[in-house]
């Protein structure tokens, strides 16, 4: 794996530098690297995705491991060093991970071609979050991600009801998957260090039409019990979910009566007095289901 001083060099015999604008810290800690890349348990011929490659220390470890990799780099002065170095090793995707709408990049679907995947990847943080719940969404052979992300948004994936971390892509993602913390990395694991903790998760995705109802193995709820969730087999169902989760958290300071209106009824173990924030995951998605039944009540 590179070194530091490898990073380093590789930038600056091209004249380059990381651009703070497109969040560029390079991950150079070689033990938090190996750990990454056991917890996603590659095999060879396994395909990976990964985004925001850099000058391709992960690339090489994941190369290494004999994973074929699909890489895509936004920074075209990184993806001219990475084709330079991996040229015909790799498939190189040149432009953002998403297009419009939050989808993923067509060329990357191409890439993938209908294939079982993995992302394993050190992301730039502005992307996270969207990549995250597009690949949960979309694309049903996506089989863990397996990311360095910021810590404050590991922590929102597994925040439970009524705190402050809690809010639609803790929801969104615990409806569709398990996340589990791997490593927690202070900034002097990157280079140049950002000014946050990051933090190394798994998110593994549940299986088809249930709620893992919870981070870490835990069950944000307290049902105890994973919750079935027919509604949510479709992509499109998800994407309606997804919208319903935020459209609600806009108002998630109000009470659920009055945003639905105060004569109606609700599911088992929802009251008219309680607010958005404080619904666990399994009663978001029962919530959901009931109003799904009744279009009229939508909001």
Not at 176 to 181: L, T
Request: glycine fraction near 10%; charged fraction near 25%.
């Amino acid at each position: 794996m590179q070194t530091i001083s490898e990073i380093r060099a590789l930038l600056a015999e091209r004249g380059l530098h990381p651009k703070h604008r497109m969040g560029q810290n390079f991950l150079h800690d070689q033990n938090h690297l190996r750990r990454l890349i056991s917890a996603a348990e590659i095999r060879p011929g396994d395909l990976i995705l990964e985004v925001g490659p850099g000058t391709g220390t992960l690339t090489e470890a994941l190369l290494e491991a004999g994973a074929d990799v699909i890489a895509c780099e936004l920074d075209r002065d990184l993806a001219d060093l990475i084709h330079d170095r991996l040229d015909g090793r790799i498939t190189l995707i040149r432009g953002d991970c998403l297009d419009k709408g939050r989808t993923l990049n067509p060329e990357i679907v191409a890439a993938i071609a209908g294939r079982d995947f993995k992302l394993v990847a050190n992301l730039p943080y502005q992307i996270a979050s969207p990549l995250m719940t597009a690949l949960l969404i979309d694309h049903p052979t996506c089989r863990g991600q397996f990311i360095t992300i910021q810590r404050e948004v590991a922590e929102r994936l597994v925040a439970g009801p009524s705190t402050k971390a809690y809010g639609p892509l803790s929801i969104i993602i615990q409806a569709f998957a398990e996340v589990h913390r791997i490593a927690t990395l202070r900034p002097t694991c990157f280079w140049p260090p950002p000014k946050v903790d990051s933090a190394m998760v798994s998110i593994l995705p549940s299986s088809p039409g249930r709620g893992s109802g919870g981070g870490g193995g835990s069950k944000s709820g307290g049902e105890g019990v994973l919750t079935e969730v027919s509604a949510l087999s479709t992509a499109d169902s998800r994407r309606a979910f997804a919208r319903f989760v935020t459209e609600l958290f806009m108002k998630r300071r109000k009470q659920l009566g009055t945003i639905f209106g105060r004569g109606r009824s609700f599911p088992a173990g929802i009251t008219p007095d309680l607010r958005p924030e404080a619904l666990s995951v399994e009663r978001t998605i029962a919530l959901f289901q009931d109003v799904t039944q009744r279009p009229s009540d939508a909001l």
